[in-house]
């Protein structure tokens, strides 16, 4: 089966391009699958994530236009059996309108609702002209399946396998993602500076770059925080969540936040807002973690001291973490993706 991904870029170290790369370099480890993976300007070299050799990788650079006409004619000349989107909101519109597509299937990787209100407009217009959509969450299906008769619901899987012990000991909390007014950082920030000096031997780590780093830093000088650290990206993700005690998302809007399933894998509880739509399909509250009135800074302050002050609600979330993580490994949402798409 012939396979083509396309994405905006696989440069950035975000969730969508680590969920494109890792699933075309599983698919492309199978039997009688041939993956290509398409951006608009990204080489193997100088992706985000290693690619494996299994994998075609293709760049079309130029603007929107250009992208286009190069994708129609690449397309055109080539016998694909399922193109599938890696959308975030602008390039599913554009794909559906290229021709002799035999199979268009769009993977959103955010939340509907969280997108603008025209780019919402268009979509219910002309979806029409998509096969299938698959979204990451339950409560996403129900907003595509309001104008799309084929939706399908297929979460992230972790990259790492289920972790079989905990660092206990731990007082990092830690948080990995893009700085951006989505990821809301400046939120948490504000939830720690109600507790920070309740918890004094707790640090606050925050890793990951980007255009609200200025922003960051003024608030922690200007409000003399402690014991919090913006430290950049990580080459190392995996000791990350090894060493820390436990996980926290402050997000305005999600699709399915790899960071929480990768944080899952290694045990780690997670304090999330309630976005759209994300965290609430990976956190039973109370049970591997605590879910937050969406966008309350004062109630994500209170769940971070009530984890970071409770050994046993830590410990107890930790073993279901590590249980509700055998969900999302690779074997059983790799067989979803074959028996509802390549092959339904």
Known sequence: ???????NSLKNKSGSERVAIELANKLGTLDNFK?????????????????SNNVNIISLNGNLFDFYNKLKKHIAVNNYDHVVVHNMGKLSLLCAFLPKLKNLVILEHVSFVSRPKNIQLLSKIFYKRIDQV??????????????HSNVMVIPNFSPFPVAK???????????????????????????????????PDWKLII????????????????????NVLLKGVTSNIQKV?????FFVMS?????????????????????????????????SSNENGLLVEDQN???????????????????????????????YQPEQILQMWIDKVFKG
Request: with cysteine.
């Open 1 to 7: 089966m012939n396979l083509l991904f396309i994405i």
């Open 35 to 51: 993956v290509t993976l398409l951006s608009r300007d990204t080489n193997r070299n100088d992706a985000a994530y290693p690619i």
């Open 134 to 147: 698959v979204t990451l969450t339950r409560n996403d299906k129900v907003q595509f399946d309001k104008f």
């Open 165 to 199: 012990t905990r660092n206990n000991d731990s007082k990092e909390i830690v948080t990995i993602g893009r700085l951006t007014d989505q990821k809301n950082y400046i939120h948490l920030l504000k939830a720690w500076k109600e507790i920070y000096n309740l918890i």
């Open 207 to 226: 890793y990951g770059e980007g255009e609200h780093l200025q922003l960051l830093t003024d608030y922690i000088k200007q409000n003399s925080l402690q």
């Open 241 to 245: 969540y090894e060493q820390s005690a």
């Open 251 to 283: 997000s305005k809007y999600e699709g399915l936040p790899m960071v929480l399933i990768e944080a899952q894998s290694f045990g780690l509880p997670i304090v999330s807002y309630n976005c759209p739509y994300g965290p609430s399909d990976v956190i």
């Open 297 to 327: 800074v004062q109630k994500l302050a209170d769940a971070i001291l009530k984890l970071a002050s409770s050994p046993d609600l830590l410990q107890k979330f930790s073993q279901n973490s590590l249980l509700n993580a055998a969900n």
